[in-house]
């Protein structure tokens, strides 16, 4: 029970770590556009329910932290309460002058821009991630060159400071031609031990070593299989259902042949061989036409036999691969809940709670720049689902907001009512939903 209560803890608290940062981004993003605009913000929760702790700041308004961590909220004057809505009897109080400083009485441009700051603030959170991450990893340094080696089975006459100029007699092109490489790749012989070709201190020499893409964890997937079993990034497999395998397209072809049967694996790791039994789950995998394919998988992703040297990216690269993440992981999701809906691919791929906080607990143990990758995800995936044009989430908002601008009026209060009872409803439907796949369909 004992390391089963510290997997738990580890995993609501990295889950409370991700969202605390993810909603004070967001909900900061509404506070100081709204503070700019003249919207006068009377509260800064980071949480709800009862206060622990709190300050007033020169400006007036109250800063605090509340005992449930899952959220936050401005309020800003003549709100309701914490969620908006118009409290009448504050607003009949104020003057006119008092009433510009209201979310309820500043000017549209002033309410839409408060309102999508949040979500904006979201993706700029995410961007900044994955620059500084892309920034502090770099990239494979060309030509190929071995920084570390990686512990393996068998013949390996590699060495650190090696670059690689062939395998088997043919020249290894660049990483960066991506269509050029993947053929190279794919055309690699199909044995065990392959000869290379390196400059080792000013000489070619040809020297022996473990095929390219062995069948090596270079990662291994959030609440996948892989993960279950225990498996770790660095695991070599050796055996397959007692055959032996020596690439990583064997794993992949014996695991997408299994039918979903179980598998059972033979792990070399650190010199320790090691048994396990998985059975690889049905997953729906992106395609670059915007389309799915349902494959079965274990949750691992190939891995180089070491380390390469890498290079410098610099800013304005860095902050380009960022955007395009970020713009990825807009369409992907959208692409995503498109075909769930017309029922092309599984609702398993919509998570709850449970599940996003499960992954925060992996990715955690993954290492610090994994967690703070998925961090930048989660922030995208959250900044683009409050976009959604839903009562009560800030897309919802903007689409009031909209009408106003089209028709010269806002639409009215019994129209509002109506309407946020609907979004909030269809939003606790969708956690319900999402909490469902967690706890009863997929586990």
């Not at 960066?176 to 199909?190: K, R, S, T, V």
Request: with cysteine; charged share 15%.
């Amino acid at each position: 029970m004992i390391p089963q209560f510290g997997g738990f803890l580890w995993t609501v608290v990295f889950f409370i770590v991700a969202l605390s940062i993810i909603i004070a981004i967001h909900e900061y993003g509404h506070y100081i556009v709204g503070k700019k605009s003249g919207i006068f913000p009377e509260v800064f929760s980071l949480g709800f329910g009862p206060v622990i702790w709190s300050r007033m700041d020169g400006d007036g308004t109250k800063w605090q932290i509340a005992a449930i961590p899952f959220g936050g909220y401005v309020k800003f004057r003549g709100d309701a309460n914490a969620s908006g809505g118009v409290d009448a009897d504050a607003m009949e109080a104020l003057d006119e002058d008092e009433v510009r400083h209201t979310m309820h009485g500043a000017p549209l441009w002033a309410r839409t821009a408060t309102v999508a700051a949040g979500p904006v603030f979201n993706f700029i959170l995410s961007i900044a991630i994955f620059t500084g991450v892309i920034m502090y990893q770099g990239t494979t340094a060309d030509p190929l060159t071995i920084a570390n080696l990686k512990p393996v089975p068998g013949t390996q006459e590699l060495r650190e400071g090696d670059e690689i100029l062939a395998i088997a007699g043919r020249a290894l092109p660049s990483a960066e031609d991506g269509a050029l490489y993947n053929e190279f790749m794919a055309n690699l012989p199909q044995q065990p031990v392959l000869d290379y070709t390196v400059k080792r201190g000013g000489q070619e020499l040809t020297v022996q070593g473990p095929y390219f893409l062995l069948p090596l964890a270079g990662g291994v997937a959030p609440r996948s299989a892989s993960m279950d079993a225990g498996l770790e990034a660095g695991d070599i497999i050796t055996h397959i259902n007692g055959e032996p395998v020596f690439a990583f397209k064997q794993l992949q072809t014996a695991v997408e042949g299994s039918g979903g049967d179980a598998v059972a694996l033979t792990i070399w790791r650190d010199g320790e061989v090691l048994d396990k039994t998985l059975t690889p789950r049905v997953t729906d995998e992106p395609l670059a036409d915007g389309g799915f394919r349902t494959v079965y998988r274990i949750g691992l992703a190939s891995g180089l036999l070491f380390e390469p040297d890498t290079v410098a990216v610099g800013l304005g690269d860095s902050l380009s691969g960022a955007v395009g993440q970020v713009g990825r992981i807009i369409t992907g999701s959208v692409s995503g809940l498109w075909h769930m809906v017309t029922g092309q691919i599984s609702t398993c791929n919509l998570s709850g709670p449970i599940g996003i906080a499960e992954t925060s607990g992996d990715m955690a143990k993954q290492g610090t720049t994994n967690f703070l990758w998925f961090i930048g995800v989660l922030s995208t995936a959250i900044g683009l689902l409050n976009l959604f044009p839903i009562p009560a989430l800030d897309g919802g908002h903007l689409m009031f907001y909209a009408y106003e601008a089209v028709s010269g009026r806002p639409p009215s209060d019994r129209a509002l009512q109506v309407l946020m009872s609907i979004g909030i409803t269809l939003v606790l439907a969708m956690m319900v939903f999402g909490l469902g796949n967690d706890i009863l369909f997929c586990p």
